[in-house]
């Protein structure tokens, strides 16, 4: 009994699992899509599952750089594209200040708005 106390303090030596996969999150909507895909791709008799890495792998090496542009212009918002094209001017044409920029382009993009005649009635 004194042997069994003993042994209980003393730590074993476990082996370390390797894991090798990172959990990713996506919307749910694209969970789902991936799922059909997965159940459309695994009816089948033989060979091991398709899985989602194997789908995301492949679909990896499908994309262009047009498409991976696409998707980053995707997510600029109307104040970033307005950022970027004021330091795209400022390098094209010196340092002038944000407020100037946006002067410029109120003169060059918008029409005068003047009081019409029908709009005092």
Same mark, same amino acid.
């Given at each position: 009994? *004194?042997?069994?106390?003993?042994?209980?303090?003393?730590?074993?030596?476990? #082996?370390?699992?390797?894991?090798?996969?990172?959990?990713?999150?996506?919307?749910?909507?694209?969970?789902?899509?991936?799922?059909?895909?997965?159940?459309?791709?695994?009816? #089948?008799?033989?060979?091991?599952?398709?899985?989602?890495?194997?789908?995301?792998? #492949?679909?990896?090496?499908?994309?262009?750089?047009?498409?991976?542009?696409?998707?980053? %212009?995707?997510?600029?918002?109307?104040?970033?594209?307005?950022?970027?094209?004021? %330091? *795209?001017?400022?390098?094209?044409?010196? %340092?002038?200040?944000?407020?100037?920029?946006?002067?410029?382009?109120? #003169?060059?993009?918008?029409?005068?708005?003047?009081?019409?005649?029908?709009?005092?009635?």
């Amino acid at each position: 009994m *004194e042997d069994s106390i003993k042994n209980e303090g003393i730590a074993t030596p476990k #082996k370390k699992v390797v894991n090798n996969t990172t959990p990713i999150r996506v919307r749910k909507a694209t969970s789902r899509t991936i799922r059909t895909v997965l159940n459309k791709l695994n009816r #089948k008799q033989l060979g091991r599952r398709v899985t989602v890495d194997d789908v995301v792998a #492949k679909a990896l090496t499908m994309l262009t750089d047009e498409s991976l542009e696409e998707v980053k %212009q995707s997510t600029f918002s109307s104040k970033d594209h307005l950022e970027l094209q004021y %330091q *795209e001017y400022c390098q094209k044409n010196g %340092q002038v200040t944000k407020e100037k920029f946006l002067d410029m382009l109120l #003169k060059a993009g918008l029409p005068t708005l003047k009081k019409s005649p029908e709009s005092d009635s």
